[in-house]
C-alpha cells in the first residue's frame, strides 16, 4: 500500500474510532480519575519537618532493585520508563531538597523546638551522589514521554543525545494531525504510538493499523520500527483470546499486561509464542508493570484492605479509578514489587513497562520546599 493510500486509510480508521463509546485507558497522562481536592490545595504546615525524603530516589531505587535482579536472570532484559525524564537528571527540585536538609539540620537547636531531639531512626537516606545518575541511566533502554508530537512538547537536547530509545504516545485532536505526527516521528527516528480517543487507545488491536511494518527480527527496542500497547484486556473475557489476537499480528514490540485481569498468570509457552510476529520473525513483549500503585484486581489485594490500612495505602489513584498510590518505599510494597517481577522474568516476558512514576509529584507537594 502506497505511503498516500496509508494515510487516507488512517484518516477514516482514526474518525471512526473517535465515535466509539468510551471504554478507560488508565494510563498516565490519558485518562484521569481521583483529581486533587481542595484540602491538597492549600497546605497548612506549622512547623516545617525536619527533613524531607528524597522522592525521587526512592523511585529510582525501585528501579535499580528490579533492573539488578532482571539484569542477572536475563542481560537482555529490557527497562522503558514512561514519562520518567523527571528521574534521569538531578533538576531544581532535588537542589532545593539538598539545600533545605542542609540547613535544616545545621541549625542551631535553640532557635527551633523542632531540633531538640534527634532520635537514631531518623530517615537521612536517600541522598543523591554524582556518580548514582550515570550508573542508573545505563540501566535503562528506553523511555516512553507523553504528547510529544501533536501537543509541541520539547524533548531535551540531552535526552536527545542519549542511548535510550524513544517513544512517542501521542493524542492527536485530528487525524491530520495523526499523520503529521507520523511522518515528524518517523523522520527522527522515534517509535509513535498515535490515537484520536484515549478511551480505545490501550484495550483494542482489532483497529490498529501497523505504521512501518518490519519483516526484521527484534532483538531490542533500538531494532524496533513500531510498537502496540495493549495494557487494558478488559475487553476479553478469556485470556487465550487475548493471546491469539496478540498472534495474529506483526508488531515488534507488545506491551501488555503481566497478569490477565490482574489474577491469571499467562502460560511461559504463551508469552514464548508472542516473541515471534505472525510473519515469524521474532519481536519483544513487554510487560506492564506499576511501581507506584496498588490495584484492587491484582492478585496480591487483601480483602482487608482499604485506604490507609495499611498505613501505606495514602492515596486514591489521580489515574486509575480504583487503585491507590503507596508510599512505594515501604518494604512491604517492595516486597510485593520484588515478588511480582519474579512472576514476570519466570513467566518469560522480554522487559517490563514501568509506569506510576510521576506520583513523586504528589509526595513533594504534600512538603513544599518554597
Excluded at 154 to 166: C, E, G, V
Excluded at 274 to 284: A, D, H, Q, S, Y
Excluded at 316 to 331: G, M
Excluded at 359 to 365: A, G, K, P, S
Amino acid at each position: 500500500m502506497s505511503t498516500r493510500r496509508t494515510y487516507i486509510y488512517l484518516s477514516f480508521m482514526l474518525a471512526a474510532l473517535a465515535l466509539c463509546p468510551n471504554a478507560g485507558a488508565g494510563l498516565y497522562g490519558f485518562s484521569s480519575a481521583n483529581p486533587p481536592t481542595h484540602e491538597e490545595s492549600i497546605l497548612d504546615i506549622e512547623t516545617p519537618p525536619r527533613y524531607i525524603p528524597n522522592f525521587r530516589q526512592k523511585i529510582r531505587s525501585n528501579i535499580d532493585m528490579i533492573a539488578d535482579y532482571a539484569h542477572d536472570q536475563n542481560p537482555d532484559f529490557q527497562i522503558v520508563l514512561h514519562e520518567g525524564e523527571d528521574l534521569l537528571k538531578k533538576n531544581l527540585w532535588e537542589y532545593h531538597l539538598s539545600g533545605y536538609n542542609k540547613v535544616r539540620n545545621h541549625s542551631d537547636p535553640n532557635d527551633d523546638p523542632s531540633f531538640l531531639y534527634r532520635t537514631a531512626d531518623d530517615d537521612t537516606t536517600g541522598s543523591l551522589q554524582p556518580e548514582d545518575l550515570p550508573k542508573f541511566r545505563r540501566k535503562i533502554n528506553a523511555i516512553a514521554l507523553n504528547n510529544v508530537f501533536c501537543h509541541g512538547r520539547k524533548i531535551s537536547s540531552d535526552l536527545k543525545q542519549s542511548d535510550l530509545r524513544l517513544i512517542a504516545i501521542d493524542q492527536c485532536p485530528t487525524s491530520i494531525m495523526y499523520e503529521e505526527a507520523l511522518q515528524e516521528a518517523f523522520g527522527e527516528n522515534i517509535l509513535f504510538y498515535g490515537f484520536i480517543n484515549p478511551d480505545l487507545a490501550f484495550n483494542n488491536i482489532d483497529r490498529r493499523h501497523i505504521i512501518s511494518e518490519n519483516a526484521k527480527n527484534i532483538f531490542n527496542l533500538t531494532d524496533a520500527k513500531n510498537i502496540l500497547f495493549l495494557t487494558d484486556d478488559s475487553q476479553y473475557k478469556k485470556s487465550y483470546e487475548l493471546i491469539r489476537n496478540l498472534q495474529n499480528s506483526n508488531f515488534d514490540v507488545i506491551v501488555m499486561p503481566a497478569l490477565f485481569h490482574g489474577t491469571e498468570p499467562f502460560a511461559p509457552e504463551d508469552i514464548n509464542s508472542l516473541k515471534f510476529k505472525k510473519n515469524g520473525t521474532t519481536r519483544l513483549v513487554l510487560a506492564e508493570m506499576n511501581l507506584t500503585e496498588a490495584d484492587p484486581k491484582m492478585y496480591y489485594w487483601k480483602k482487608s484492605w482499604k485506604l490507609h490500612n495499611p498505613s501505606w495505602l495514602v492515596r486514591p489513584s489521580f489515574v486509575n479509578k480504583d487503585s491507590y498510590i503507596t508510599q512505594y518505599w515501604h518494604p512491604d510494597w517492595r516486597k510485593i514489587l520484588s515478588t511480582h517481577l519474579q512472576g514476570i522474568i519466570q513467566t518469560g516476558f522480554s522487559g517490563v513497562f514501568l509506569t506510576g512514576l510521576h506520583n513523586h509529584h504528589y509526595f513533594e507537594q504534600q512538603l513544599p520546599l518554597e
